[in-house]
Structure formats: structure tokens, C-alpha cells
């Protein structure tokens, strides 16, 4: 199966439909070359008949693997997704984004069923609406430690994260409370969006659209790194980074500018 382009202007009803659709004959097309993958992937959805369900019940399947759909656990995914839509518009985003940025995505069903960088998002972005809800923060954070344990990627429920969004691997990427990423940002393994321990109230960093954190960047304090602007593998980033300027090195340093 060959990842379809789902592009970043999207008509989110009408789109969730088709992307449905397209999920579900690639499901069936498995029933005869691979039908161990076919019944997991019948398993994990159970009845769902549309995006949003299915998004809610592959969530639920993997943060709380002992637990059956229509549980305490599934109805408060569904019922987050059902009542937020901007959570299913984001996620296709987020489809479109792993699947043309990332050489190693087969196709948007191995993106939705086995990226763990592609699911833990997802569970954020149901965790940040109970977040903002405030009277669901504890639910927040129980999210926050679920998927902490369950992909080792540790995305503090208050974050503001935009959509278009690529996180590669994802392990031990760290996200902060203040931090904010903006649309079509993608993220390597190992980044870090912390605080410098100085402060309180807004400490953390903002990444601007389009920028691209390479592994083990750690990027630290209230500062902005400007859109389009690439941060290198394994550099720490303690000073603002212009936008589409290049920066590498510990402390990082503007190797290449627009």
C-alpha cells in the first residue's frame, strides 16, 4: 500500500469520511496477506464506523491495553474527540505530515496503527482539551503519565502544539507546560523544550512554523526559535534563533543564515 496525499488544506468532514474509507479497504486488504495484522487491527476497533471512534479506540487500546472499549477509560477519549473536532482535523494533519516527511512510512495505516510518535500526539492532544477544560486536569495528567509510559514521550497536557506536525521515533522527547509549536514543525527523538530552572510562570521555549529539531536538540528557556530555522543534532540552544537560520553546537551557534 502506498501512503495517498492527503495534503495540509483540508475540508475536515468531508475528508474524515474519505480518510475512513481509505482506512478501512486498506484493513481489508490485509485479510489475506497478513490476517494476523487484519484481526488486530478488527480487534482494536470493534464497532467504530467512523474517524473519530477510531481514533478513540486505538487510543484506548494502547494507553490502557487491560481495558475494553466502553469503559470509563474509552468513553472519556470518545466523548474528549466527539465533542472537540479540532482533535480529528489536527490528526489528519498529522497523518499528512508523517507520511510525506517520513522516508520510512508505508502507508497512512501503518502511520495510524504503529507510529508511536503519531499516537502519543494524538493522546496529547485529547489530554490538552481535558487540560483547558480545568475541572478534567487530574484526567490530563493521568493521560500525560500513560503515554510517558507507554512511549516514553513525556508532552505536558497545558503545551500548545499546532497541527502538521512530524515527530521521528519520539522517544524521550520532552515538552514543557509554556512551550509552544506551531503548525508544520518537525521533531526528532531525544529533543528536549525545557525550562532553565530559573524561572517560573513562562519558561519555556516557542518553535516557530516550520522548524525542524534534529535528535537530542535541547532547547531551554523562554526563547524563540523562528520559523523555518533548524536546529542541529545534539545542540543546546540557550539564545533566540532567527528565523531559517541554521544553528548547531553546544551552546549552539549560527552555522548558516537565510
Same mark, same amino acid.
Request: aromatic share 8%.
Given at each position: 500500500?502506498?501512503?495517498?496525499?492527503?495534503?495540509?488544506?483540508?475540508?475536515?468532514?468531508?475528508?474524515?469520511?474519505?480518510?475512513?474509507?481509505?482506512?478501512?479497504?486498506?484493513?481489508?486488504?490485509?485479510?489475506?496477506?497478513?490476517?494476523?495484522?487484519?484481526?488486530?487491527?478488527?480487534?482494536?476497533?470493534?464497532?467504530?464506523?467512523?474517524?473519530?471512534? $477510531? +481514533?478513540?479506540?486505538? +487510543?484506548?487500546?494502547?494507553? @490502557?491495553?487491560?481495558?475494553? !472499549?466502553?469503559?470509563?477509560?474509552?468513553?472519556?477519549?470518545?466523548?474528549?474527540?466527539?465533542?472537540?473536532?479540532?482533535?480529528?482535523?489536527?490528526?489528519?494533519?498529522?497523518?499528512?505530515?508523517?507520511?510525506?516527511?517520513?522516508?520510512?512510512?508505508?502507508?497512512?495505516?501503518?502511520?495510524? @496503527?504503529?507510529?508511536?510518535? @503519531?499516537?502519543?500526539?494524538?493522546?496529547?492532544?485529547?489530554?490538552?482539551?481535558?487540560?483547558?477544560?480545568?475541572? @478534567? !486536569?487530574?484526567? $490530563?495528567?493521568?493521560?500525560?503519565?500513560?503515554?510517558?509510559?507507554?512511549?516514553?514521550?513525556?508532552?505536558?497536557?497545558?503545551?500548545?502544539?499546532?497541527?502538521?506536525?512530524?515527530?521521528?521515533?519520539?522517544?524521550?522527547?520532552?515538552?514543557?507546560?509554556?512551550?509552544?509549536?506551531?503548525?508544520?514543525?518537525?521533531?526528532?527523538?531525544?529533543?528536549?523544550?525545557?525550562?532553565?530552572?530559573?524561572?517560573?510562570?513562562?519558561?519555556? &521555549?516557542?518553535?516557530?512554523?516550520?522548524?525542524?529539531?534534529?535528535?537530542?536538540?535541547?532547547? +531551554?528557556?523562554?526563547?524563540?526559535?523562528?520559523?523555518?530555522?533548524?536546529?542541529?543534532?545534539?545542540?543546546?540552544?540557550?539564545?533566540?534563533?532567527?528565523?531559517?537560520?541554521?544553528?548547531?553546537?553546544? &551552546?549552539?551557534?549560527?552555522?548558516?543564515?537565510?
Amino acid at each position: 500500500m502506498k501512503c495517498e496525499n492527503i495534503g495540509f488544506q483540508v475540508a475536515p468532514a468531508e475528508n474524515q469520511e474519505q480518510l475512513w474509507a481509505r482506512l478501512q479497504t486498506g484493513i481489508a486488504e490485509l485479510k489475506e496477506s497478513e490476517p494476523v495484522v487484519f484481526f488486530f487491527m478488527q480487534e482494536v476497533l470493534g464497532n467504530t464506523n467512523n474517524f473519530s471512534s $477510531a +481514533l478513540a479506540a486505538m +487510543l484506548c487500546h494502547y494507553l @490502557f491495553p487491560d481495558q475494553a !472499549q466502553n469503559t470509563l477509560y474509552h468513553r472519556l477519549l470518545l466523548n474528549t474527540i466527539e465533542e472537540h473536532k479540532e482533535i480529528c482535523q489536527a490528526a489528519i494533519r498529522d497523518l499528512g505530515a508523517f507520511c510525506e516527511r517520513d522516508p520510512a512510512s508505508l502507508c497512512m495505516l501503518q502511520v495510524f @496503527f504503529f507510529n508511536k510518535g @503519531f499516537i502519543a500526539l494524538q493522546a496529547y492532544r485529547v489530554a490538552h482539551m481535558l487540560w483547558n477544560k480545568q475541572q @478534567f !486536569q487530574f484526567s $490530563a495528567l493521568m493521560l500525560q503519565l500513560r503515554i510517558s509510559m507507554n512511549f516514553g514521550v513525556d508532552i505536558h497536557p497545558k503545551a500548545s502544539i499546532g497541527s502538521g506536525i512530524f515527530l521521528d521515533h519520539a522517544t524521550g522527547l520532552v515538552i514543557g507546560e509554556t512551550a509552544v509549536v506551531e503548525d508544520n514543525v518537525s521533531i526528532f527523538h531525544e529533543v528536549t523544550l525545557g525550562g532553565t530552572g530559573k524561572h517560573r510562570g513562562d519558561r519555556h &521555549p516557542k518553535i516557530r512554523k516550520g522548524a525542524v529539531l534534529f535528535a537530542g536538540a535541547k532547547i +531551554l528557556g523562554n526563547i524563540e526559535v523562528g520559523a523555518g530555522a533548524i536546529v542541529a543534532a545534539g545542540s543546546i540552544v540557550l539564545d533566540h534563533v532567527p528565523a531559517h537560520a541554521t544553528v548547531a553546537g553546544t &551552546p549552539a551557534r549560527i552555522v548558516k543564515s537565510k
